[in-house]
């Protein structure tokens, strides 16, 4: 099942033709009426609770990994040497005992995932692991004057072969389309104060980039995630960190368990 979840999500997020999937249907008048909710256009749902499957990776996801244990990671000798430097302690001192659970390390942690709509047009994400909370903004929306831990994420929902969503008449919401295979949520976030990409102290820096690819997936009536993370750091990193994580839908909330962030 991984390597099936991640080779199709691999090929489909680099099939041509994705486009944003977002666009006004025609009214009774036949004007162009305003565009869809981002809510009413959404080609998948991945509402609900989601449980991660960690099966790559797992020493380094499951237990925080050694000082200075950077295998395997694209980090340039300035990023080694501020990991060689990581002291949880004085994290813990500082009051930054969060900065591993960043969208970045916080999407790879064990744990569970509450995917709910704050509005029509935000989406909402919270981890039991870390008790954080993500907002991902469709359209405008007013940039933060300020960093901070999760960032600031732009979202857009994209159809394979250029396809678009709609609208209903005169500009009512409609209801959302039925689920497109090869559909996608793309989410671009910035604005992240220093955090950890591993527990360990492997740092990502304030202009760093974070996009992701949200996909679901349905293999013998189980329902699946996978998000596909992409970072870019010319501070820390030599090329982008590039990982796929999974996990599995649930029927409800049993097991949802919030724990504090640990910084070891």
Not at 97 to 102: I, L, S, V
Request: aromatic content about 10%; some cysteine.
């Amino acid at each position: 099942m991984p390597l099936f979840l991640f080779a199709l999500t691999t090929l489909l997020l680099l099939a041509p033709g994705y486009t944003y999937a977002q666009r006004g249907a025609r009214g009774a008048d036949g004007q162009p009426g305003p565009p869809p909710t981002a809510k009413a256009a959404a080609p998948i749902d991945i509402t609900g609770y989601w449980v991660s499957l960690v099966t790559d990776n797992w020493i380094f996801r499951v237990i925080t990994p050694a000082k200075s244990d950077y295998r395997y990671l694209p980090i340039n000798p300035e990023g080694r040497r501020v990991a060689d430097t990581w002291d949880p302690a004085k994290d813990e001192a500082s009051g930054n005992q969060c900065k591993g659970y960043g969208p970045v390390g916080v999407m790879r942690m064990p744990g569970r995932l509450h995917v709910t709509w704050e509005n029509d047009n935000t989406l909402r994400i919270d981890t039991d692991t870390g008790t954080q909370t993500r907002m991902f903004y469709f359209g405008a929306s007013q940039e933060p004057a300020q960093p901070s831990l999760q960032g600031y994420s732009v979202a857009q929902w994209q159809l394979p072969g250029g396809g678009r969503g709609g609208r209903g008449r005169g500009g009512q919401g409609a209801t959302a389309p039925q689920t497109r295979p090869g559909s996608s949520l793309k989410v671009v976030t910035t604005h992240m104060t220093p955090g950890y990409l591993q527990k360990n102290g492997i740092p990502y820096g304030g202009n760093a980039v974070l996009t992701e690819y949200f996909m679901t997936i349905e293999d013998k009536g189980v329902r699946y995630l996978a998000v596909t993370t992409m970072l870019d750091d010319p501070q820390y990193l030599t090329q982008s960190f590039v990982r796929t994580s999974q996990f599995k839908k649930l029927p409800d909330a049993a097991g949802w368990n919030p724990t504090p962030c640990s910084a070891r």
